[in-house]
């Protein structure tokens, strides 16, 4: 499923506030997501850009939060290729007793 993008403009945003924000939206997403399907199935990528640190017009602040936010789904699919897959504790019970 493909998802929206939208951008947030936040005067005095810090990089570490930021991130904190970040991780705060994806647990939002996540739970609300489990609340309704019953799964995680949604989750949020996102990528930021500070001026004048990382550009002064919007097209390079654009570009670079952009860029960001590609590489989070990247890592994200990386992450997620490394986790074994859950055992349900109720089908372990039930291979062990058979």
Do not use: W
Not at 2 to 26: C, N, Q, R, Y
Not at 55 to 73: N, P
Request: hydrophobic share 45%; proline share 5%; charged share 20%.
């Amino acid at each position: 499923m493909g998802g929206d993008e939208f951008v947030i403009i936040s005067p005095g945003m810090t990089p570490t506030g930021a991130e904190k924000h970040a991780l705060v939206l994806d647990a939002c997403a996540g739970a609300t997501a489990q609340q309704i399907c019953g799964e995680r199935v949604l989750s949020v990528a996102i990528g930021t850009a500070f001026a004048p640190e990382d550009g002064a017009s919007a097209e390079e602040l654009l570009d670079i939060a952009d860029k960001r936010m590609y590489a989070a789904k990247e890592a994200r699919k990386r992450s997620m290729q490394m986790v074994p897959p859950m055992v349900n504790n109720s089908d372990q019970r039930l291979a062990t007793v058979n």
